[in-house]
C-alpha cells in the first residue's frame, strides 16, 4: 500500500490560497491520489483526485509532481467552511480506504 | 443531488445490548463499506460488501459485527452485544463502480455512545 505522508496542521488566512501538501514516495504507476475532508466528525467528504496531471473542479484544484511522489491540494481562495481536517489517500485496488490522521486546516478571519 | 442517509443520527444502548445502524446508499451504486471513528482517532475500516456478500473486513469486524442488505436499498450494520470500547462515529459509505473511479459518498454518520 501507497503510504502518504503529511503535516499535521496548517493556517491560512480567509480569502488567501491554502496550500496543502501530501507525500506518496511509494506510489505505483497505476495509483490515484485522492482527497477528502472531514469537517468536525462529519461524514468525509471527497475532494478531488488525480493520477499524473494536475486536475481542477469546483472545489479545489490538485498539482501532481511529476515524478508522482508528492502532490499539493490548492483550495484558491480558503473561506471559514473550509476549516477541515484534509487527508490524501491512495487508495487500494480493492477501493479501501486507509486513513491517516491528515491535516488539520485552520482558516484564521 | 443524491446522497447516503443513515439513521439513527445518535443511538444510546447499553453494554451487552444489541443496535443496529442503518444506511441507505445512492440508489444505483454496488459496493458499499461500514466505517468507525473513535473520538480523536482516525477513520478505521470495518467491512466492505459487494453482490450480497462481505468482500473484506478488518480485525475490528469480529463475530459480534454482521452487515446486511435486506432489501435492496438498506445496508445495515449490526453488533450483538456492544462494548464501551464501541463508541464512535459509524460512518456508511458507496461507490457507484466496479472499475475506475474511486470516489466513496459518505454518510453523516451515527453516533454510537454505549454506557
Known amino acids: 500500500d501507497a503510504k502518504t505522508t503529511q503535516p499535521p496542521s496548517m493556517d491560512c488566512a480567509e480569502g488567501r490560497a491554502a496550500n496543502l501538501p501530501c507525500n506518496h514516495s511509494?506510489?505505483?504507476?497505476?495509483?490515484?491520489v485522492y482527497w477528502y475532508r472531514q469537517i468536525h466528525s462529519q461524514g468525509p467528504q471527497y475532494i478531488i483526485h488525480?493520477?499524473?496531471?494536475?486536475e481542477t473542479n469546483e472545489m479545489a484544484s490538485l498539482i501532481i509532481t511529476e515524478d508522482r511522489k508528492s502532490s499539493t491540494l490548492i483550495l484558491p481562495h480558503a473561506t471559514l467552511r473550509d476549516t477541515a481536517v484534509y487527508y490524501c489517500?491512495?487508495?487500494?485496488?480493492?477501493?479501501?480506504?486507509?486513513w491517516g490522521l491528515g491535516t488539520s486546516l485552520a482558516v484564521n478571519p | 443531488e443524491p446522497e447516503v442517509t443513515q439513521t439513527p443520527s445518535h443511538q444510546v444502548t447499553q453494554m451487552g445490548q444489541e443496535v443496529i445502524l442503518r444506511c441507505v446508499p445512492i440508489?444505483?451504486?454496488?459496493?458499499f463499506y461500514w466505517y468507525r471513528q473513535i473520538l480523536g482517532q482516525k477513520v478505521e475500516f470495518l467491512v466492505s460488501?459487494?453482490?450480497?456478500?462481505?468482500?473484506?473486513k478488518s480485525e475490528i469486524f469480529d463475530d459480534q459485527f454482521s452487515v446486511e442488505r435486506p432489501d435492496g436499498s438498506n445496508f445495515t450494520l449490526k453488533i450483538r452485544s456492544t462494548k464501551l470500547e464501541d463508541s464512535a462515529m459509524y460512518f456508511c459509505?458507496?461507490?457507484?463502480?466496479?472499475?475506475?473511479?474511486?470516489?466513496?459518498?459518505f454518510g453523516p454518520g451515527t453516533r454510537l455512545t454505549v454506557t
Open positions: 459509505a458507496s461507490i457507484p463502480f466496479l472499475a475506475g473511479d474511486y470516489e466513496q459518498y
Open positions: 440508489s444505483n451504486h454496488l459496493y
Open positions: 460488501f459487494y453482490n450480497n456478500e462481505i468482500s473484506e
Open positions: 511509494t506510489i505505483s504507476g497505476n495509483e490515484y
Open positions: 488525480g493520477l499524473k496531471n494536475n
Open positions: 489517500i491512495v487508495p487500494r485496488i480493492d477501493r479501501k480506504l486507509i
